[in-house]
């Protein structure tokens, strides 16, 4: 069993180049199943469509959500699909269950007045302020993930040219930036990246106060932590300035296909969810506002 998913593990990096997150959450799935079969000793070769149907509604009990049922049989059938490619197995044994359904939740958004407060929290009269300001003004700019944020090197910053270059999976997509980003990135490369850097060998765009490129963690306690300094209530993450910064593009008349080649989706599907976020925003409004809505029947 652990050699299997082993070199599932290399398949996930290597061929399918898969990212780090998705690597970790279905080892995770897998590991677990591969446990649980391992209980009821049913040998992983020998794994049928009942086995499978019976870990996912064990899951749904044990009160795990719908996505995360849907994502444990997502990860089930890949791992399978591994296997058969390889000739371990005669047959993938989670293709015909079903997937429970999933109700799509709506992103949360910030309003463009909660993003001005937000992103004037960093105050720029230290290194730390420079940087942190830098760094969100960036992601909202962008709406990047957090992961290609922090694995941004000097070099995909083109100032003069006013945009960015993000590569993600070894897909390359050129993002414009405006003006007040390019300020304050401006400051941060010439003036503050280079104090806090001791290495000149170091690529990293954005570093800890260390000199070392930024971890996931590291930004999201600085999230956080400016989070509560502005006194917003909403549960602010590094995904909630990409999904502001993609749901006011579209309030503003940006089309969706342009939307989703800054976003990065390879499927416009994903995209369409700011249509249905911007038209429940319009719905409310005209609840609200139109004379005749707010009367009783």
């Known amino acids: 069993m652990s050699d299997w ?20 959450s279905y080892l995770r799935d897998v590991r677990q199943f591969a446990s649980a079969m391992e209980e009821q000793e049913h040998s992983l070769a020998q794994v049928t469509p009942l086995e499978v149907e019976g870990y996912i509604r064990r899951l749904t009990v044990l009160g795990k959500s719908p996505a995360t049922v849907t994502r444990s049989l997502a990860s089930i059938k890949s ?65 990047i ?10 070099d995909d910053l083109n100032l003069p040219g006013g945009v960015l270059k993000c590569v993600s999976r070894n897909k390359e997509r050129i993002i414009p930036l405006y003006p007040a980003a390019i300020q304050v990135l401006n400051d941060y490369v010439h003036h503050v990246r280079p104090r806090l850097v001791e290495n000149l060998n170091e690529t990293a765009l954005f570093v800890n106060m260390n000199g070392e490129r930024m971890s996931r963690q590291g930004f999201w306690k600085l999230i956080k932590h400016y989070q509560e300094k502005a006194g917003i209530e909403k549960d602010i993450t590094p995904h909630t300035l990409r999904h502001s910064f993609a749901a006011h593009l579209l ?6 296909r342009s939307i989703q080649e800054m976003l990065g989706h390879a499927d416009i599907s994903s995209t369409q969810i700011y249509s249905r976020l911007v038209n429940q925003k319009i719905k409310d409004v005209y609840r609200k506002a139109h004379p005749r809505a707010m009367k009783a029947v």
């Open 145 to 154: 993930r957090v992961s290609e944020l922090i694995s941004l090197d000097v």
């Open 79 to 143: 791992f399978y699909h591994y296997l058969l490619l390889q000739g371990e197995v005669s047959g993938n044994p989670a293709r015909s269950v079903a997937p429970a359904k999933v109700e799509r939740k709506l992103p949360q958004i910030l309003t463009s007045r909660e993003v001005e407060l937000f992103l004037a929290q960093p105050e720029p009269t230290d290194a730390k302020g420079c940087r942190d300001r830098a760094m969100l003004e960036l992601l909202y700019a962008t709406g």
């Open 5 to 24: 998913i082993d070199a599932y593990e290399d398949y996930l990096k290597t061929e399918k180049q898969a990212s780090a997150n998705t690597v970790s």
């Open 251 to 256: 309030e503003n008349g940006a089309d969706l």
